[in-house]
Structures are given as C-alpha cells and as structure tokens.
C-alpha cells in the first residue's frame, strides 16, 4: 500500500519540479536583457513573425498612417507602405533547427546500437558533463562574478559525473533546460518554436508508440547518463546513485521504482515560454506555462485512466495545451 501511495505521490512531485523550471526560466529571462546590456554584449534577438522554414531574406511590410489637417480644417489621412528585408539565419529557421534535432536522435540510436556499454557510459557522460557545466555557467554568470561561476559550473559538472546522485542529477538537468530555454527563446520567434513543439511531439508519439523511446532510455540509463529528469517512488531514493541497477527502466509498472520525466517535455516547454516572454512580455508567457502545466496534468491522466501506467508521450497534451494558450496570447 505504501508504494501505491508513494507512486502516486510521485505524480506530484514531477509536476512540482515542472512548476519549478518554469519559475527558473521566468527568473533567467527577466535578468537576461540588464546582463547582457551592463556587459555590453551583443545576442541576436528574435526574427520578425514570421516562420522561415530556411535561412534567407524575408520581407515584411508595413503601414504608417499619417494625419495632416488642412487650413480649412479639413483632415485628411495619408498611408505610406514601407518594405524591409530582413536576413533570417540558420539559428531562427525551421528547416535548420529540426535537421539538427533528428540528424542528432538518429546518430545517438546508431551510437547506443553500435557502441559497447563501457565505451558509450564514456562517452555519454562526458557529453553530459560539459552540458551541465554550460547550463550551469549560463545561469550562475548572471548573479555572481564571471571566476567564481566557472569553479562552481566545473565542480558541480565534475561531481556529477563522480557522484551522479539523483537529487544532483535532477538539479543539474533542470538548470540546463532553464539555460537552453533562456537563450534560445531569444533567438527563435514563438510561432517557431510552437511548430518545433508540434512536429517533436509527433515524434514523442510514434518513438513510444513504437518503442523507440523506452529502448533509448534502458540503453542511457545503463551508461547512467539519461536526458530525463528521476523522481523516486520512495523518499530514500532521492540519494540513491544512477549507477545502481535498480535504476534500469522496467517496462512493466510494478517493476520500477522511479518515474521518468522526459527533459524534452520539460525543455521545449522552456523554450517556448522564453520565447513569448522576449517577443510579448511576461503575462502572455505566464499564459504558455500556465497551457503548458496543463498540458503534463492532462498527460499524466492519460496515463493513469487510459493508460495504466504504460509509457505516455507527454509531449503532444502539452503541445495542444501550449497552441491553445498561444492563440489566447493573439487577442490579448
């Protein structure tokens, strides 16, 4: 009975921590623009609204209406068309962004297919080590000096990999997806980044649906390197190790002691979130967490109702939610 209690608890505790990475990124972005201008440093910002499935030159054209009164005191309205091309890099276009992402999901299933455990537990982790330090470093350089925040990124990142603890593995993660969201919602406009959500939620479903998803997971989990974040069915397993074998994914419910949260159900969430806070301020980005939470309530009740606890694509309930909240956002 205890573990049925812990299980469900577990529910709760992922959506917490979804709650706690969208404050982050809140807290990132809103520290973001006085950084960058107290450092006199240069980020490109977002394109235009408009989606550019490639890098080029995109034209958007505008209206200024001007209003002359005459001196008999009649008013009259002049309208002045103006065009401006604007040059969209590969970093803000479509095409580019999810070339990158399954070039990268294709090449990581050949390399965990091909490659022997010990030899990919290597390689993984020191993957995982630089993108903890780099997530960390983002998020520490804008609150304490430039010195202190490479120690601290390093020694975190390097104990980590010692010492891959399930509580610090957590924290690491979460603050690299918050780093992630942060600087590429600068660079990619909303509707951008609701397309990529749209088209890797797709993915989500068919990768789980036809078991591509939970055999990536046992295989990263093996190297104890998984992009996800861990949530323990019972309170001691917040300092268990990722190297234990009870860390494995088991396929079958009553088998597992942890929950798994996908990192990309949390990231992309982030990113889109970043993304409309720079391109229309704060209350409509609180809008698309808001949508967003929605979206992995609705997912982990799925699960519960229809599911019964067989993996769950949390990806597509959060992209609807998160098209519903960014409609929203237009009649604001």
Known sequence: MKRKIFKF???????????????????????ENSFLTAHNIYFPTQPPEVISVWPGTITTTSEIITTTTLPSGQITETTTTTTEETQVTGYSSLGPILI???????????????VPIKVLKMILKGLFVILFCWGMFIFLVMWIPLVATIVISSIIAITWFF?????????????????????????????????ILAVLAIYDYLAV?????????KK???????????????????????????????????????????GGDIGFSLLLTASVYFASGFIPALIIAGFSFLGLVCAYWIQAVFLRGKPMPALPP????????LLITLVL
């Open 220 to 262: 990263m989990s093996e190297t104890t390197s998984l992009p996800a974040i861990v949530v323990p069915y019972s309170p001691s397993g917040w300092n268990s190790t990722l190297k234990t074998s009870d860390f494995v994914v088991q396929e079958k419910p009553s088998d597992r002691k942890f929950a798994i949260l996908g």
């Open 209 to 217: 649906r036809f078991g591509y998803m939970v055999w990536m997971a």
């Open 163 to 195: 010492i891959p603890r399930v509580w610090l593995h957590n924290t690491v993660l979460i603050l690299a997806l918050v780093s992630v969201g942060a600087v590429f919602g600068r660079l990619i406009s909303p509707w951008t980044s609701m397309i």
């Open 318 to 325: 959060i992209a609807v939610m998160c098209l519903i909240g």
């Open 100 to 114: 990158y992402f399954f070039s990268v999901v294709i090449a990581l299933g050949i390399i965990l297919f091909l």
């Open 9 to 31: 608890n577990s529910v709760y505790v992922s959506l917490l921590i979804f709650i706690i990475a969208q404050v982050l990124v809140f807290i990132t972005v809103a520290r």
